[in-house]
């Protein structure tokens, strides 16, 4: 069933296209010409993203900042294998999806770790990888406070998570 829900999907747009009288074709062509334009926007800010992602993780900063907060994290009793995932998250989400798989193939997916790094995971987002690519696709220069608002945002989730996860499990 699964496999025939796009083209039926497809399809009905097309026979409603007809309803209507548009010429369905033109507006699909339109479409892919607007979608071009879009890839040559987004492309500049995604590759300048790519890079300093890239940076950041080959240059070694993050270890060097996980070697300063690893203490602190002993000392709240809060499992530092989930650090890497809230540092990086904000960068970059496959970067986080792989650090969350080594922790399910490390510790196996139902133990603690897994789950605070899973919610961890899913509660915040991608913030950096947002404002740049779709700032930098649109143009705008200024992001003003949405950058301090969606890492303040993320820093809440991984303190609630923290907070919660151990409530729940």
Do not use: C, H
Request: charged share 10%; glycine share 8%; no cysteine.
């Amino acid at each position: 069933m699964s496999s025939l829900l796009i083209p039926i999907f497809v399809l009905s747009i097309i026979f409603y296209g007809y309803y209507k009288k548009i010429d369905v074709y033109s507006s699909f062509v339109d479409g892919a010409k607007e979608g071009i334009v879009m890839t040559k926007n987004m492309f500049p800010p995604l590759l300048a993203m790519i890079f300093a992602v890239n940076i950041f993780s080959k240059s070694g900063v993050i270890n060097y900042l996980l070697f300063f907060l690893k203490p602190l994290f002993e000392v709240l009793n809060i499992p530092f294998e989930i650090l890497p995932i809230a540092i990086l998250r904000p960068l970059s989400g496959s970067f986080g999806l792989g650090l969350l798989n080594d922790i399910y193939l490390k510790y196996g997916v139902d133990s603690f770790i897994s789950v605070l790094s899973s919610v961890v995971q899913g509660s915040t987002d991608t913030t950096i990888y947002i404002i740049t690519l779709y700032f930098g696709t649109l143009g705008i220069k200024k992001i003003r406070y949405a950058l301090w608002v969606g890492l303040i945002a993320d820093f809440i989730m991984v303190l609630l998570s923290i907070l919660l996860v151990p409530l729940l499990t």
